[in-house]
């Protein structure tokens, strides 16, 4: 799930909140959720702006 994740938000091409995540990859926010928790634990991914997120350069 984080590799999907991680996918989403590259394609996104700009900071994308857990919510629109959840949204392009039709999956439940809590399993998006678990995942954003592990990514950012790992520095994996990186909050620009208040509740937006995007992979870490």
Not at 31 to 57: N, Q, T
């Amino acid at each position: 799930m984080k590799e999907k994740v991680l996918q989403a938000m590259r394609e996104a091409g700009k900071p994308i909140s857990a919510g629109d995540v959840a949204k392009i990859l039709n999956a439940d926010r809590k399993e998006v959720d678990k995942a954003f928790a592990e990514l950012k634990k790992e520095g994996a991914i990186v909050s620009p702006v208040r509740c937006k997120w995007e992979p870490a350069k």
